[in-house]
T-cell receptor
Framework: GENVEQHPSTLSVQEGDSAVIKCTYS??????FPWYKQELGKRPQLIID?????GEKKDQRIAVTLNKTAKHFSLHITETQPEDSAVYFC???????????FGAGTILRVKS | EPEVTQTPSHQVTQMGQEVILRCVPI?????FYWYRQILGQKVEFLVS????????KSEIFDDQFSVERPDGSNFTLKIRSTKLEDSAMYFC?????????FGPGTRLTVT
């Protein structure tokens, strides 16, 4: 089955700095790559995603980049704010209707 | 904006009792899922459901678990005889194609 790893497991940044979280997956058939944000006690919230035919996607302060050859994709957050503090999960998928396979999560702390 | 809803938000039950967790997926979605998250851990897949049948299930989803779509709007997860290790947050999700949207979860506590 799919093996998904995230790095780092925790990340502390100063407000205004950038944060990068990397996700490595094993199944070369994966073709959809989402990132979820989960605040304490809340639901996982889809914040950005990318399909396999695209290398990069940006939405305001967040972006996702994909390297299919190396089988990893990354979440980039610029100009971090305290409200970005949360756990971030990657969850690649092979085909629509299939299960999301979650990474172990990255705790992001933004210090003001 | 439509959202997935779940009831109850918190369920406390005794070991060996049956529980039913309820979900209302987003109305035009076709694929439905249950996931669970033990406190402090990652989200784990339980089961996916499409066209009124299970399309995939994980090892966690044993004979004690079942899912049903009793009408056009509800999607339920039943645990027949709960164990202490079933204590977790249970999330329902739904999708049209790729993007899966999660409900707020039901916190299940088995005592």
């Amino acid at each position: 089955g799919e093996n998904v790893e995230q790095h780092p497991s925790t990340l502390s940044v100063q407000e205004g700095d950038s944060a990068v979280i990397k996700c490595t997956y094993s199944d070369s058939a994966s073709n959809y790559f989402p990132w979820y944000k989960q605040e304490l006690g809340k639901r996982p919230q889809l914040i950005i995603d990318i399909r396999s035919n695209v290398g990069e996607k940006k939405d305001q302060r967040i972006a996702v980049t994909l390297n299919k050859t190396a089988k990893h994709f990354s979440l980039h957050i610029t100009e971090t704010q305290p409200e970005d503090s949360a756990v971030y999960f990657c969850a690649p998928i092979v085909a629509y209707g299939n299960k999301l396979v979650f990474g172990a999560g990255t705790i992001l702390r933004v210090k003001s | 904006e439509p959202e997935v809803t779940q009831t109850p938000s918190h369920q406390v039950t005794q070991m060996g009792q049956e529980v039913i967790l309820r979900c209302v997926p987003i109305s035009n979605h076709l694929y439905f899922y249950w996931y669970r998250q033990i406190l402090g851990q990652k989200v784990e897949f339980l089961v996916s459901f499409y066209n009124n049948e299970i399309s995939e299930k994980s090892e966690i989803f044993d004979d004690q678990f079942s899912v049903e779509r009793p009408d056009g709007s509800n999607f339920t997860l039943k645990i027949r005889s709960t164990k202490l290790e079933d204590s977790a947050m249970y999330f329902c999700a739904s999708s049209v194609i790729y993007e899966q949207y999660f409900g707020p979860g039901t916190r299940l506590t088995v005592t």
